[in-house]
């Protein structure tokens, strides 16, 4: 499920000089919303919204689905969220000091311990172990993006779309379907988001395609392995 993780529109740009305002481009603005949109926060949400509601486990008590996730959008969303919120104000930081990359590790590691509360929950309520499978994909490529950030910076906006479509192969082989048009989406979808986060000169085109495969790696390797 930048995992994540602190979005990147979180990070400070200085425009460089003698570079003209891109504020009222099209391309510009759009390249925003996408971003804005599709934050690495939302990825588990997402994906139990999918698996819930568009595979064979739509048949579950609505009360059943709502309760999960009610737990995953706290854990995963609100709780993180919040966290970040309150230690900027409590340390008196904003935007331009969170580009910092020695004071970023502070609200990762906020991020990260809330979805180990949410994996140990899932774990004493007895959760099947695909949908665990979700949480502990994402926390890993939280984990792995942390520590390649301390010497490379990758997009962990790319990084979450790379989880979903590892975690769609993943469930593709546990579930036995055919994902051609959801992967065709995904992938779509992704290239959109590589491209806005490039556009937007948050990353590079390696920054991009290093967080793309290292959240299908986690994607993968979380979800039929862990």
């Not at 200085?14 to 510009?28: I, M, R, T, W």
């Not at 990260?112 to 949410?118: E, M």
């Not at 994402?138 to 790319?158: D, F, P, Y």
Request: charged share 10%; aromatic share 14%.
């Amino acid at each position: 499920m930048e995992s994540t993780s602190i979005p990147d529109e979180l990070t400070y740009h200085e425009p460089a000089p003698g570079q003209p305002s891109l504020v009222n481009d099209k391309l510009y603005v759009t390249s925003r919303i996408i971003s804005a949109v599709f934050t690495p926060f939302m990825v588990p949400f997402v994906a139990f919204c999918l698996l819930l509601f568009l595979t064979y486990l739509r048949i579950l008590p609505l009360s059943y689905k709502l309760t999960v996730l009610g737990m995953v959008y706290s854990f995963t969303i609100l709780l993180p969220m919040l966290s970040i919120y309150l230690f900027q104000k409590i340390n008196g930081w904003g935007i331009k000091e969170l580009s910092d990359r020695e004071k970023r590790f502070f609200p990762y590691a906020l991020t990260i311990l809330c979805y180990v509360a949410c994996l140990l929950t899932m774990y004493r309520i007895h959760l099947p172990r695909y949908m665990c499978g979700i949480i502990a994909a994402t926390l890993l490529c939280m984990l792995i993006c942390t520590l390649v950030n301390m010497k490379w910076k990758i997009s962990t906006h790319m990084a979450s779309s790379g989880l979903m479509v590892g975690g769609l192969l993943s469930y593709s082989f546990l579930f036995q379907f055919n994902p051609v048009w959801w992967l065709c989406g995904f992938i779509l979808l992704s290239g959109m988001l590589g491209s806005a986060r490039i556009i937007l000169r948050q990353h590079t085109l390696f920054e991009v395609g290093g967080g793309f495969f290292a959240g299908l790696f986690c994607g993968v390797i979380g979800i039929l392995f862990i």
